[in-house]
């Protein structure tokens, strides 16, 4: 073979692959203006449904934790007005909201990627399901819902969980503390070096076991029973094939009950594993005496806590977390809407 036949075969292979290689990139199309604004419209409105609905109930948040964490030799918060009042008369105001902050830095993002992924994986979710049943005007079912909001909750709490860690020790500790987180960047900065880069994680293992009932299920029942009252029109509650706020707000209190029943015992276990580790937590961690706890696992968790407490432990706050997450979850369904509707005005005016 020559060296003519060498760099002409070459020349034909090059020629071949720059072809395909522009084959292939018109193939792969930018997305549109229309997908990126639409992207950032779901994200906003998330984040937005989130931040409102977060700060409307921050006393709630606030008291909760600190009922899931509390000494049970030293009570301080016994019930949800006692407890209120307690946080009122020894820290004022500024008590009622501490950690606020920081939870809407967590919750603000948590919820727009929440919401987002939703979406997306409803959307995803769909299009297999159609393509398995060959019925290309298939809905999504109750338990397709439920799938979809569980990969939303799992990706969501992945994504912000050092933040939920860290809101949770600022809310949890008091002027009396001996040592005194200052803000979000200090309290993880002061994790890291203290405990370690795993020490941002405790915990979630049951965090993301506890997510895929609570977001499923808020999502599903919230969806299911908008489609069922809009289908079923019972007592005139629908317009236009609309629901009415108030409607919307009473399925979002419903899908709230729902989720949050199932999924609290993880979320006091969640709770504690993250106070593990934190040597100023020894007043308000539970344990005998003044001394905290120290859990090798989740299941650990749950088998002192029940050996300890009682059985009854694993629900201790819930009736200010119901206060709460039934309100919450209804505002940050209706805001989602809301603004979701209010942004798709302005880009068509824009437009």
Known sequence: ??????????????????????????????????????????????????????????????????????????????????????????????????????????????????????????????????????????????LLRLGAGACAGIIAMSATYPMDLVRGRITVQTDK??????GIAHALT????????????????????GVIPYVGLNFAVYESLKDYLVKSRPFG???????????????????????QTVAYPLDVIRRRMQMVGWKHAASVVTGKGNSTLEYTGMIDAFRKTVRYEGFGALYKGLVPNSVKVVPSIAIAFVTYEVVKDVLKVEMRISD
């Open 190 to 209: 002061t994790v890291l070096r203290e405990e370690g880069p795993r020490a941002l994680y405790k915990g979630w293992l049951p965090s993301v076991i």
């Open 177 to 182: 503390s001996s040592t005194q987180y200052r």
């Open 1 to 142: 073979m020559t060296s003519e036949d060498v760099v002409g075969k070459t020349s034909v292979t090059i020629a071949n692959i720059a072809e395909e290689a522009k084959i292939a990139s018109e193939g792969v199309k930018a997305p549109s203006r229309q997908t990126l604004l639409g992207i950032c419209k779901s994200l906003v409105a998330g984040g937005v449904a989130g931040g409102v609905s977060r700060t409307a109930v921050a006393p709630l948040e606030r008291l909760k934790i600190l009922l899931q964490v509390q000494n049970p030799h030293a009570i301080k918060y016994n019930g949800t007005i006692q407890g209120l009042k307690y946080i009122w008369r020894t820290e004022g105001f500024k008590g009622m909201f501490k950690g606020n902050g920081t939870n809407c830095a967590r919750i603000v993002p948590n919820s727009a990627v929440k919401f987002f992924s939703y979406e997306e994986a409803s959307k995803g979710i769909l299009w297999l399901y159609r393509q398995q049943t060959g019925n290309g005007d298939a809905e999504l079912t109750p």
């Open 237 to 259: 509650l629908v317009e236009d094939k609309e629901l009415g706020v108030t409607t919307k707000l009473a399925c979002g209190a419903v899908a709230g009950t729902f989720g």
